[in-house]
């Protein structure tokens, strides 16, 4: 062969060569690529970057399989071994979950809220008001520290536990020992109920709905702080899961009239749930349906026949008049007429819960030292929790 001709084999070679090897990192680069998307795309699934991160596990007491733990603010501690072989003990049952008190293996406590399978929207649904939730801080609010998802879809919520009593306990409860729940006191659970719903209404940058307000979902400490638990769980759940939530509401007497066409709740009927929940403070009785037996308490038709009767004074919990002489002078008919303000029929003449509070705080009690007092409790024996 010619020298040309072997010239032109090696040449040809060589350009072959930087060919193979330019479509192999073409390839290469591609298929990173497609890695780092399919990554970016976990972690947007799975993992909030600012507020939360994703952890993988084994064995899990809820479901075998690995699943997903986001921990937000106050959770960082938390991982998924420790929350999912925590001994749990039942605390609630509703119609969309079960409440546990779980004891880690550090010997920390924790509340886990295990949603009922089939309640909640699928994990791309609920994952953005998770994330929302998992941003809540008030000090009248439970705050969520952590979001499980099991590789079968359960779901688990977890928050601190608080081992205080709900309001309802102590308003309705025959216990010994309970604090006695005098005008001061209860004027400060109410004042405090308001700000944790006024910051849900108006402190986000996205409005939440709480959607389930009742006694049994606001925890007293001893200090008489009231922190509300279960605000916004309604935008996780399935519609018809949302129902079953309003029918609740209406069976315990907190369901705002035009709730009965439209079952979405909005930010005027968490308002008439509170003036029921300030006339139940108040008046000291249940209000809906009664255990017991079949009878329907209906709080402002009661408040509505004194004032015809003129006897609204006789409304009030005996505890609530105690040792005060001037109910005006107290704050104690201004906030009755609160109450029954947001517990107007029209949604569009009901407060707003940030005047709900100005007005609370305008009305304050005169004789706040029954705040501060060595606790009083019914019994007049042993500590009030």
Not at 219 to 236: S, Y
Request: glycine share 10%; charged share 25%; hydrophobic share 40%.
């Amino acid at each position: 062969m010619s020298s040309g001709a072997i010239a032109g084999i090696v040449i040809g070679l060589m350009a072959g060569a930087v060919v193979s090897a330019s479509l192999f990192i073409g390839y290469m680069q591609n298929r990173k690529k497609k890695n780092r998307g399919e990554s970016d795309d976990e972690l947007e699934e799975g993992q909030d970057e600012e507020n939360g991160v994703s952890v993988g596990g084994g064995a899990v007491g809820v479901g075998a399989g690995e699943g997903k733990l986001i921990l937000f603010q106050g959770g960082e501690h938390l991982t998924l071994e420790d929350v999912l072989n925590a001994t749990g003990q039942v605390m609630e049952k509703t119609s969309y979950g079960t409440v546990y008190k779980a004891k880690l293996a550090d010997g920390g406590t924790i509340a886990l809220r295990l949603l009922r399978e089939g309640s909640c929207k699928d994990r791309s649904s609920c994952l953005s008001v998770i994330k929302q939730l998992g941003r809540v801080r008030h000090e009248n609010l439970i705050p969520l520290r952590a979001f499980y998802q099991g590789k079968r879809g359960e779901k688990l919520l977890i928050y601190d536990y608080l081992p205080v009593r709900t309001l309802h306990d102590l308003l309705h409860e025959t216990r010994a020992g309970k604090p006695v729940l005098n005008w001061p006191r209860r004027h400060k659970i109410a004042l405090g109920i308001a700000k944790g719903l006024a910051h849900l209404h108006i402190g986000l940058e996205v409005p939440i709905t709480h959607g389930n307000i009742r006694s049994k979902n606001v925890l007293v400490d001893e200090f008489f702080v009231a922190r509300l638990t279960e605000f916004g769980l309604d935008k996780l759940m399935v519609p018809a899961v949302a129902d079953e939530m309003v029918a609740l509401a209406k069976t315990d007497g907190y369901k705002a009239p035009e709730l009965q066409k439209m079952k979405k709740c909005n930010s005027r009927t968490d308002v008439f749930a509170y003036g029921i929940l300030l006339l139940e403070i108040l008046i000291g009785k249940r209000p809906g349906k009664n255990g017991r037996s079949s009878d329907y308490v209906d709080l402002p038709s009661m408040v509505k026949v004194a004032v015809l009767e003129e006897t609204t004074l006789e409304v009030f919990d005996i505890e609530v008049v105690k040792g005060i002489r001037s109910p005006m002078e107290e704050g104690l008919v201004q906030a009755l007429k609160l109450a029954m303000g947001c517990c107007a029929p029209v949604a569009s003449v009901r407060p707003t819960m940030d005047e709900v509070v100005k007005q609370l705080e305008e009305n304050r009690p005169r004789n706040r030292s029954a705040l501060y007092s060595p606790t009083e409790t019914r019994s007049e024996v042993g500590t009030p929790f």
